[in-house]
């Protein structure tokens, strides 16, 4: 009996002292210290708060932290909790806006901050530092332990963004929020909300209602985007959706609570398919017969940037009542949205209705313009003053560089860096989105088993980034963004497979010091935040333990080298067509295939299990690499 309470009592020793859990934050913290010993939640923790102001974070987190628990843990001010959220009575100039730190000790966890908003990050971080079944939504029976750390955090960028395009696929109300609840998990601050396009309007305009009446609705389709069946002639456009005035104010509310700002989109003069179909006097061609594009192919691309579009999706910049449309719209839409800037775009905007149309080249001649893109600059100019007149400043992808930009722009750099490296150096501020690191529409994995799409980016090349050119005057880098454009996704779940990991990946470029990128560490982390994400019922991808498969040619010889983004993972493969197991090929070096019709199959490994999905290329898959 006296062994088994010695035995007892030592075990309960190492439970709570013996252990130093692992930390898994993402993104990493800028002073992170791990002490001895721990801090476990009870029913009689509590979560108090010095300030009226910290009153939403405290309830948050007690909320959250009551539905897995089960516990009844209260919030209130005054009485010091045992968990503690504390405005800072002076600030603490390194800390910012959004900085905070985190004590934890046997006795409890002690958040303070300038600001609400870093409140908001010690929460986050709190929750990341509890056992992953914290985010768990029925009671769980556990014990709940938060390491003994002290953590001083702030954020590399004031701009830490993810675009969603709700407008090529709609997405509900409530998907949003969920994913603006996702982003904020990770220390994301803005949401671009790319509410136009080609393929749909999704923001009422009461001003304008043909906007949603009309161009929030195409016809059913499905299969590849930019493969599909044009609309029929009177065929009935039953698919999409829109989002009241009093859905955009919930969505920017519930943003807002989580530390959330959203820029909203209009994307002119180009990608206005679906309002021309509302109203098609906007365009040069006003084209009654204009439809919300389901996704069939009405552009032409030759490389290089240069493209071709088969139907008429530009605004005539050279049309008084197009400024008219736009003043309505963005008068509605400053109104809405508290954030300082509008998202114009001007992407893509091609300009040959333009070069055929007698008012544009009136405009030209009259206004001396050699080349159409100084049309797209003065529509641009037009369009800034009209934000200005409501307060707004103007935002808009790179292309508002051709012709001249407009005086105050603010540049979202997507065709790589270089339209960021132009503005910085003309001295605009930037947002940087590269295509190369930053467009999580891309396949993340082997092109022939991940979602169709044009091109890829891995989640390290994601983690690689860093977003200040060589060159520049860092105080124009405003930060970045994660793009996720979604004619190929139909489904939130599908936003979600392509928004995670990739997105932690740049949660922590945007957030963490430079100088902490650790990529081993970061892996680790992210397998971590997996069994989180299961456990939350946040879907994700795992094309990460997947094989990456080179080709490369020599002397007519097909070179095969194999590698996976985790390290360690054992690959085995076979070029007979059998499916490769641990009974076939493991990979050690480059090898040669076999001369012939070869099918090479490849799957991963660990611990002897499979990890990764299996991939197969025909020889034809060969062929073309
Ligand atoms: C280019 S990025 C676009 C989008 C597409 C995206 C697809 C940008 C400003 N324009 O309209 O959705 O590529 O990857």
């Not at 006296?2 to 309960?12: A, D, H, P, W, Y």
């Not at 909300?193 to 906007?211: A, M, Q, V």
């Amino acid at each position: 009996m006296k062994k088994l309470l010695i035995f007892v009592f030592l075990l309960s020793f190492v439970r709570s002292y013996g252990q130093t859990p692992q930390i898994n934050l993402i993104p990493q913290p800028v002073l992170l210290k791990q002490n001895e010993g721990s801090y476990q939640l009870t029913n009689e923790t509590t979560v108090g708060f010095n300030n009226p102001l910290c009153g939403n974070v405290a309830a948050m987190l007690a909320g959250k932290l009551n539905t897995s628990t089960g516990f009844a843990i209260q919030s209130m001010q005054g009485k010091p909790g045992s968990i503690e959220f504390d405005l800072n009575k002076v600030a603490v100039e390194k800390l910012g806006k959004e900085g905070y730190t985190l004590v934890s000790t046997s006795k409890g966890v002690t958040i303070t901050a300038n600001d609400p908003a870093g409140l908001f990050y010690g929460m986050q971080t709190l929750l990341q530092l509890l056992p992953k079944e914290i985010e768990s939504r029925s009671t769980v029976n556990m014990s709940w332990v938060v390491p003994a750390v002290e953590i001083t955090d702030y954020p590399r960028f004031g701009w830490r963004g993810i675009m969603l395009d709700v407008s090529r696929n709609f997405f509900t109300k409530e998907e949003v929020k969920k994913y603006i609840d996702e982003i904020s998990r990770y220390k994301f601050n803005t949401l671009h909300w790319h509410l136009t396009d080609d393929n749909g309007w999704r923001i009422e305009i009461k001003s304008l209602p043909k906007l949603t009446e009309v161009g929030a609705w195409r016809v059913p389709r499905y299969g590849q985007f930019g493969q599909r069946a044009e609309p029929k002639q009177g065929e009935a456009a039953t698919v999409g959706g829109f989002y009241t005035q009093a859905d955009i104010k919930e969505v920017i509310k519930y943003a807002a609570e989580r530390n959330v700002t959203i820029v909203p989109e209009v994307d002119v003069p180009g990608h206005s398919m679906a309002a021309i179909a509302a109203y098609p006097e906007i365009s040069c061609t006003k084209d009654p017969n204009t439809k919300v594009n389901p996704g069939s192919n009405f552009s032409e691309w030759y490389g290089n940037g240069k493209f071709k579009m088969l139907t008429d999706n530009t605004l005539n910049p050279s049309d008084d009542k197009v400024y008219d449309f736009l003043d309505k719209v963005f008068t509605e839409v400053a109104a809405l949205f508290p954030n300082q800037y509008i998202h114009v775009g001007g992407d893509e905007c091609y300009k040959g209705f333009w070069e055929k149309d007698p008012g544009c080249q009136a405009l030209m001649k009259k206004m001396n313009m050699k080349q159409p893109e100084e049309l797209q600059a003065y529509f641009m100019k037009r369009v800034e003053g009209i934000l200005k007149a409501k307060g707004k400043k103007l935002i808009g992808w790179d292309e508002i560089l051709e012709g001249g930009i407009a005086p105050e722009a603010t540049v979202m750099s997507w065709r790589g860096i270089k339209g960021g490296i132009e503005a910085a150096k003309l001295g605009h501020y930037v947002v940087m989105t590269p295509t190369t690191f930053a467009y999580i529409d891309y396949q993340q994995g082997e092109q022939t088993i991940e979602p169709l799409l044009y091109a890829g980016l891995r989640m390290s090349k994601c983690y690689s980034y860093e977003p200040i050119p060589e060159g520049v005057d860092a105080k124009y880098i405003l930060g970045g963004q994660g793009n996720l454009w979604t004619e190929q996704i139909s489904s939130f779940t599908h936003a979600e497979y392509m928004t995670w990991p990739r997105g932690w990946a740049l949660s922590e470029v945007f957030w963490s010091p430079k100088e902490s990128k650790n990529w081993d560490n970061f892996v680790q982390k992210v397998e971590k935040n997996f069994d989180r994400a299961d456990i939350e019922g946040i879907n994700h991808a795992v094309a990460i333990y997947d094989a990456i498969i080179a080709v490369n040619k020599k002397d007519g010889k097909s070179i095969i080298t194999l590698s996976s983004e985790v390290p360690g993972l054992d690959i085995y493969y076979t070029v007979d067509g059998s499916m490769p197991s641990t009974y076939s090929q493991k990979y050690v070096n480059s090898f040669e295939l076999p001369e012939g019709p070869v099918t090479l199959r490849v799957v991963t490994y660990r611990s002897g299990k499979t990890i990764g999905h299996l991939i197969t290329l025909r020889p034809e898959d060969l062929k073309k690499r």
